[in-house]
């Protein structure tokens, strides 16, 4: 009788559950403040949505250029856990400034901060999981990880809506709490997780020299590409959030809206992870546009909450079905002494389209209302699809 393999789950390596543990841990301290934030903005700190939209690119194309820089330091060093850890502390520390902030400055400089952090520990996070993982359940790793970090992207906005509810919407009582769980990603992180023997001491020649470059090919230039799309086509969550505080949603219960969302994503990022290691990258993506566009049209046509909810939980199938699909894609198309940059240069070239994706966001939003921001999103995704399509019979596919 042969004996049983065991499941895509079981073959996991701890070191990738910790690491998702501790995304976890900071989604929720993080999501706890975002789900508020752009109310505490516009209604608190009287920004427009347009205002709203460039601090939002701003930030997160912060965090993904100093992706880069991270990426390629822990190549070099031959470490990535020493730099991880620097980010989430980062990130955690920069908690109170939300808190304490009296002034619309405070706000927009603990958000770029905080974004730092996340550029910082982002890709040698994402290239650690890569090194930890067995390349036959890569997808599956990946896809865990993100499930277990949009967890934590459910449970801060259903904590923020509780607590809301609770303190008569006490915006600064609420983000003090968030401060927490925060500080235990940080914890666990240096205490949870090994980095593997084959970096620690190892010494390597710049990774960002044009010889070193040239080492990652078409295949990967392709997915640099194809991510950027994708993100031209997917602007910043906050526009969800404004979406459904403009169709009359109560204020302490605007950030349901987000649970909804991070809870459909975090029951299909696991799934659609394992089913990338048996499909057609291309096509999974493909598919993954498609639900977009559904989502955008839902948004847009939205007249009552009960669509808002659909629509956000339709974006998040799109998240699951995409977003760890991505990062096994970029790790099957580049050499493992170069995973960091890889993803270092990947956020890079996606952090620059979320900045014009969400500034022509808020525009739309300002001078044509929110139903266009969506049906413009919509199109875009539509225009993704058929270029998808087209160089279907020219575009190298990576192997996975």
């Not at 902030?101 to 958000?111: K, N, T």
């Not at 730092?116 to 990880?145: H, M, N, Q, W």
């Not at 300002?366 to 993704?384: M, N």
């Amino acid at each position: 009788m042969q004996p049983t393999q065991p499941s895509a789950r079981a073959r996991i390596p701890a070191g990738v559950w910790a690491l998702g543990f501790v995304s976890m841990l900071m989604d929720i301290s993080s999501e706890m403040i975002h789900s508020l934030l752009p109310m505490f903005m516009v209604g608190t700190l009287g920004m427009s949505a347009l205002v709203v939209g460039v601090i939002e690119g701003l930030a997160e194309a912060t965090a993904l250029i100093v992706k880069v820089f991270s990426g390629a330091l822990s190549d070099y060093l031959g470490r990535r856990k020493g730099l991880a850890l620097l980010g989430y502390a980062l990130g955690a520390f920069t908690k109170p400034l939300f808190a304490i902030a009296s002034g619309a400055g405070l706000v927009v400089a603990a958000r770029l901060i905080d974004r730092v952090g996340k550029g910082i520990r982002g890709a040698p996070r994402d290239a650690l999981v890569a090194d930890i993982a067995p390349p036959e359940v890569r997808g599956a790793a990946f896809g865990l990880r993100q499930s277990l970090d949009t967890v934590g992207a459910f449970l801060g906005p259903l904590l923020a809506a509780g607590l809301m509810l609770l303190w008569a919407n006490d915006f600064r009582a609420v983000f003090w709490v968030a401060v927490v769980p925060g500080l235990l990603a940080v914890a666990l992180l240096a205490l949870g997780v090994r980095e593997p023997a084959t970096h620690v001491g190892a010494r390597r020649s710049n990774p960002i020299r044009r010889d070193n470059l040239r080492r990652l090919g078409p295949a990967y230039w392709w997915v640099v590409g194809v991510g950027a799309l994708f993100t031209l086509a997917r602007f910043s969550e906050a526009f969800l959030v404004l979406r459904a505080q403009q169709l009359g949603i109560a204020m302490a219960l605007v950030p349901l809206v987000m649970v909804a969302m991070n809870l459909v994503y975090a029951a299909a990022a696991y799934p659609f992870g394992r089913l990338s290691d048996r499909v057609s990258h291309r096509a999974l993506l493909a598919w993954g546009l498609v639900v977009l566009i559904a989502a955008d049209a839902l948004l847009a046509q939205a007249q009552h909450w009960g669509l808002v909810i659909a629509g956000v939980a339709v974006w998040g199938i799109h998240m699951g079905m995409t977003q760890g699909l991505l990062a096994t894609m970029v790790t099957d198309a580049t050499p493992a002494d170069l995973r960091g940059t890889a993803f270092g240069v990947f956020n890079l070239a996606s952090g620059l389209a979320m900045l014009v994706a969400s500034v022509v966001a808020g525009a739309l939003w300002e001078l044509l209302g929110p139903a266009a921001t969506f049906w413009a999103g919509g199109a875009f995704a539509l225009l993704c699809l058929a270029g998808l399509g087209l160089r279907r019979s020219h575009a190298p596919e990576p192997v996975g």
